[in-house]
């Protein structure tokens, strides 16, 4: 009998665990809408925010402007004016430039300077940081290519070998034979040591990639913190080690090369303080924005020829700072110009939403809006302890009324079962009940 208790109760355990998964998984697929994270922008012409998202509510201002296309999508400024898409991309022409050349709007004057695309295309950068991709929150790439910094050729190409950091060594590994090269192996690993690099690393950046104008190396973090900048040039290895001081311990080091080689690209450090990172003496400029938190808010960073925009945001809210900055000497202290918060319209919350935070108490999925890797996430629904309870009341009610009609048994565990997990419960009790009086 013991047993015949336990075994019913892993069955309504597992039945619980996969209906709440599945249950509001179909429902999502079926009714939700998704909505990408609202585009936030700073205004060179305006000196003012101007942002474009999608809706989840209707928006007359919105169709108005929409001329009978994507009437779904808005755009605005942070004082609340509508403008159509066209009037739109020109508050923000070092993003649209290819539209605005397009349209003989080049050159472009702006405080009484001309940009031309030569110039936008030169300083333009886009550099990104999802929360999804910190260090410890995706599966480690073991093995990666060390592309030559010199290739002698037009285009960058990837190297026959491979690379991986072990506890003693930066070992080298033929990927066509997949056998170890120990003359590269000892080279390299000669060559950090000698740097006073201490073995076994502990994070690996870089970008390992052959599409862009150049490539930058690799960044190495050992096993002291210390940080290290590591080059292929004609088989050989460039080791320099960074001055960074105690309080600047990367966590992330984000490489773009481009056109522009001044910046590198941005870093990430320990105290969650970002900073843009140079090539010239690998120098940073602390970029000073407050309430960023990279475990649970995307990062942006905007360059382009008078400005430096930096947008972060969770699921709920986002935040944008833009900054002035001296293109010809960007190392230049940054004093923010500018500042805006706004709530995303993802945020908002459609019929749809409410009606599945009523009928499901908590769903579970398998993975994470701030994680790569998969991870069961428990979501308790807003509305439980008000609709969600009166909703299951009445399930109860339903099923009370059920059993007598069938001439069912009913317990108070199952009244309050119930309670707590509606419809999680129902599906399985009446299924067993069925089962039963077969």
Not at 195 to 214: D, I, R
Not at 370 to 390: M, R
């Amino acid at each position: 009998m013991m047993k015949l208790a336990v075994s019913t109760l892993c069955i309504y355990i597992l039945c619980v665990f996969l209906l709440s998964w599945a249950l509001p998984e179909m429902y999502s697929i079926i009714l939700k809408k998704e909505v990408a994270k609202t585009a936030l922008f700073f205004s060179p012409l305006d000196k003012k925010m101007v942002y474009t998202e999608q809706l989840l509510i209707d928006d007359l201002q919105a169709k108005e402007k929409s001329e009978n296309h994507h009437a779904d999508v808005v755009y605005k400024d942070e004082d609340g004016k509508y403008y159509t898409r066209e009037e739109f991309e020109a508050k923000i022409p070092f993003i649209y430039f290819r539209n605005m050349e397009l349209r003989g709007l080049f050159p472009l004057e702006i405080d009484g300077k001309y940009y031309d695309r030569a110039i936008i295309e030169k300083h333009r950068r886009v550099l990104e940081l999802s929360s999804r991709r910190l260090d410890h929150k995706k599966h480690e790439e073991a093995i990666y290519p060390l592309l030559e910094s010199n290739p002698n050729q037009v285009a960058l190409v990837l190297p026959a070998d491979r690379f991986r950091m072990t506890e003693h060594a930066m070992e080298f590994i033929d990927s066509d034979e997949n056998a170890p090269q120990p003359e590269l192996t000892d080279l390299f690993t000669t060559a950090l040591k000698a740097k006073g690099f201490v073995f076994p690393p502990q994070k690996v950046w870089g970008n390992f990639s052959v599409f862009k104008p150049y490539d930058a190396g690799i960044f190495v973090l050992d096993s002291k913190g210390q940080s290290f900048h590591i080059l292929r040039k004609n088989n050989m290895p460039i080791i320099n080690k960074l001055p960074f001081n105690k309080e600047s311990i990367p966590a992330k080091i984000v490489i773009s090369e481009a056109k522009d080689s001044k910046v590198l690209g941005f870093l990430l450090d320990t105290n969650s303080q970002i900073y843009l990172f140079h090539t010239e003496n690998y120098a940073l400029t602390h970029i000073p924005i407050s309430g960023y938190n990279p475990e649970t808010m995307d990062l942006k960073v905007l360059l382009d020829p008078i400005y430096l925009t930096v947008i972060y945001s969770d699921n709920q809210n986002i935040h944008a700072t833009a900054f002035y900055y001296n293109t010809e000497n960007i190392k230049d202290i940054l004093v923010p110009l500018h500042t805006y918060n706004m709530p995303m319209s993802r945020a908002q919350k459609p019929y749809y939403t409410k009606i599945a935070q009523t009928i499901f108490p908590f769903s579970i999925a398998l993975e994470s809006d701030h994680s790569a890797k998969a991870v069961l996430n428990l979501k308790v629904s807003e509305y439980f302890f008000t609709y969600g309870l009166i909703f299951s009341l009445f399930l109860t009610l339903l099923y009370n009324l059920f059993c007598k009609v069938k001439a069912y048994s009913f317990s108070y565990l199952q009244s309050a079962s119930m309670m707590c997990l509606g419809l999680y419960i129902l599906i399985p009790l009446i299924c067993m009940e069925q089962y039963r009086n077969k």
